[in-house]
């Protein structure tokens, strides 16, 4: 099966083969493929819309969020680009997966009351992005001359 929509891949291939220009780029399954080429686990956090208003939310993101979140920087927890005022949304990397149970209890205990918390593994469209850019840095490379 041929397919550009990358959850339906995901949902129904045993192995997935990753081509562009008609180079093989990854091939194997796609929960190694999401571990060797994505980025970890997104942890998320939203407001509960019955409890916390959105401004309520964005103090306690500045006044209580981003200290936990500092005081466990030893698992090199960045923010997401695509967090909003409405969804917090942080990467945990793989290598760092030890250390989640710990960073869990301490948002749960703070913040489950006013909000929802919510970890998910990288998608394959992750994986594929993260492939896509480094196919990308190669071809620059070539171009100058540099590999």
């Given at each position: ?37 994505g ?6 956090i ?39 005022s ?8 793989f ?18 009351a ?5 970890v ?20 620059q ?7």
């Amino acid at each position: 099966m041929s397919s550009q929509h990358l959850e339906e891949a995901d949902e129904l291939a045993d192995r997935i083969c990753i081509m562009t220009k008609g180079q093989l780029l990854a091939l194997d399954t796609p929960d190694r493929i999401k571990q060797q080429f994505g980025v970890g686990y997104k942890l998320l956090i939203e407001p509960k819309p019955d409890q916390i208003s959105l401004e309520e939310f964005a103090e306690l993101k500045a006044n209580l969020i981003d200290g936990i979140m500092k005081s466990f920087s030893q698992y090199k927890i960045t923010e997401n680009h695509e967090s909003t005022s409405k969804r917090l949304i942080y990467q945990i990397p793989f290598t760092n997966v030890n250390g989640m149970n710990e960073i869990l209890h301490a948002l749960e205990s703070q913040l489950l009351a006013k909000t929802y918390i919510d970890v998910e593994v990288n998608s394959l469209e992750d994986a594929y992005i993260n492939i896509a850019k480094e196919e990308e840095k190669l071809l620059q490379q070539l171009e100058r001359g540099g590999v």
